[in-house]
């Protein structure tokens, strides 16, 4: 199993930007989605997270309110919809999954960077 982000680039604060991240390989199942950043001499640090239905998210309150994740399960696809972003946004931004049968893992997407100008 891969997960494959896209999406990221540069982003004056305040504008919007999506991250799309997608599942690929053999037969597998998708449960917990999320997205997780890291900052420059940061520790990596959860977003947003979203149950395999969709039905309950998490937000990690510097972004609540402005970020929203959700997911396309036809797809096996996660977004995050980064509205109103700010500077202290910037960072590589990881796509993470726990899939079922792909063997069961914890798996993570090679990053994007996310650069928020002032």
């Known amino acids: 199993v891969h997960l494959v982000e896209s999406g990221g680039g540069l982003v004056q604060a305040g504008g919007s930007l999506r991250l799309s991240c997608a599942a690929s390989?053999?037969?597998?199942?998708?449960?917990?989605m999320g997205w997780y950043r890291q900052a420059p001499g940061k520790q990596r640090e959860l977003v947003a997270a979203?149950?395999?239905?969709?039905?309950?998210?998490y937000y990690a309150d510097s972004v609540g309110g402005r970020f929203t994740i959700s997911r396309d399960n036809a797809k096996n696809t996660v977004y995050l919809q980064m509205n109103s972003p700010k500077p202290e946004d910037t960072a590589v931004y990881y796509c993470?999954?726990?899939?079922?049968?792909?063997?069961?893992?914890?798996?993570w997407g090679q990053g994007t960077q996310v650069s928020v100008s002032s």
């Open positions: 993470n999954a726990e899939i079922r049968g792909g063997p069961d893992g914890d798996y």
């Open positions: 390989g053999s037969t597998f199942s998708v449960d917990a």
């Open positions: 979203i149950t395999s239905g969709g039905g309950s998210t």
